[in-house]
């Protein structure tokens, strides 16, 4: 059932509402047999911050000096992973898994700082990080590491995700993991979860024109791709780090190798966005002079 609203609180006013939306107040934790399974998809992608370059290689696309370029857990999945920790406190009993496709080498790297963020129990499908792998391939190594996760209820499973990665930016990855789960809600661009006292979820969509859609469904399970959500970087708590990390090397260790390959898709061609850059200094030019001249120049 989809509600939608504007201003007002779910189920009045008309279809749209406006982008700003008043702070969360923090909820209790709840009691009682409401729980969640939360799985949270996150993968490896360099620091954009980075200078990235794609060139071909004898195993396909890839980018110059890839194994040299520092790496980070997907921005966006970074907004799932908290988003899921908070949950995950507010809803007593619940749990959450951390799933990554990478290099075990990079990913017991990145796990030093990640692991300090949010409890998590990680799983590993040992594989390429390269946005240029097939996003089904992908989600194919993905589901065969999460049906193996002991004691996962897919009655209870929520499947976090970030809403498109950094690597690739389609968004299709989730949604066809969400689709071999037998998932049949799917909720993009998330920003907020509300969870009702009978476990059902009210989900603020983003939507064109800076608008937001409001979602209800009867609860779990259900698949989200979360946009920015609500809450910032939780900061570095080294005893959650030092728990965490009690289980990432023998999530490590024991990681099976994903069949995914790096030549899967035949780019004919990757190229960067072309930069254009016409910067002039002007001295001693009155205002209106240099408004003309940038008005003249839109126009042409």
């Known amino acids: 059932m989809r509600v939608f609203w504007e201003g007002g609180g779910p189920g009045e006013g008309t279809l749209f509402c406006k982008k700003?939306?008043?702070?969360?107040?923090?909820?209790?934790?709840?009691?009682?047999?409401?729980?969640?399974?939360?799985v949270v998809c996150g993968g490896i992608v360099p620091d954009p911050l980075q200078t990235l370059e794609p060139v071909k290689g004898p195993a396909g696309w890839g980018l110059k000096n890839e194994l040299m370029l520092p790496s980070v857990l997907?921005?966006?999945?970074?907004h799932a992973l908290y988003e899921a920790a908070n949950l995950a406190k507010t809803v007593a009993g619940s749990k959450?898994?951390?799933?990554?496709?990478?290099?075990?080498?990079?990913?017991?790297?990145?796990?030093?700082?990640?692991?300090?963020?949010?409890?998590?129990?990680l799983v590993v499908?040992?594989?390429?990080a390269s946005g240029f792998t097939d996003s089904f391939e992908v989600a194919e190594a993905l589901h065969a590491v999460i049906a193996g996760i002991a004691g996962l209820d897919a009655s209870k499973l929520l499947l976090f995700g970030g809403w498109q990665s950094?690597?690739?930016?389609?968004?299709?990855?989730?949604?066809?993991?969400?689709?071999?789960?037998?998932?049949?809600?799917h909720f993009q661009g998330v920003d907020k979860?509300?969870?009702?006292?009978?476990?059902?979820?009210?989900?603020?969509?983003r939507i064109e024109g800076g608008a937001y859609q409001i979602s209800t469904c009867s609860g779990a399970p259900a698949v989200l791709g979360w946009a920015t959500g609500e809450l910032p970087e939780?900061?570095?708590?080294?005893?959650?780090?030092?728990?965490?990390?009690?289980?990432?090397?023998?999530?490590?260790?024991?990681?099976k190798p994903a069949a995914v390959k790096a030549d899967a898709i035949d780019y004919q061609s990757v190229t960067l966005p072309a930069q254009k850059r016409e910067t002039r200094v002007v001295k001693?030019?009155?205002v209106d002079v240099i408004a003309q001249e940038i008005v003249d120049w839109l126009k042409n």
């Open 20 to 38: 700003g939306f008043p702070p969360p107040v923090p909820p209790a934790p709840r009691q009682g047999a409401l729980m969640f399974h939360i």
């Open 74 to 78: 997907d921005p966006w999945a970074s």
């Open 96 to 121: 959450v898994w951390l799933v990554s496709l990478g290099p075990k080498a990079k990913l017991q790297q990145l796990m030093m700082t990640v692991a300090q963020k949010a409890p998590f129990e």
């Open 284 to 286: 001693d030019t009155p």
């Open 234 to 255: 939780p900061p570095n708590n080294p005893q959650v780090g030092m728990a965490n990390m009690r289980l990432v090397m023998p999530a490590l260790q024991k990681a």
């Open 125 to 128: 499908a040992d594989g390429p």
């Open 193 to 205: 979860l509300t969870v009702g006292a009978d476990g059902s979820l009210e989900i603020m969509e």
């Open 166 to 185: 950094a690597s690739r930016g389609s968004g299709s990855t989730l949604q066809i993991l969400g689709e071999k789960l037998g998932i049949a809600d």
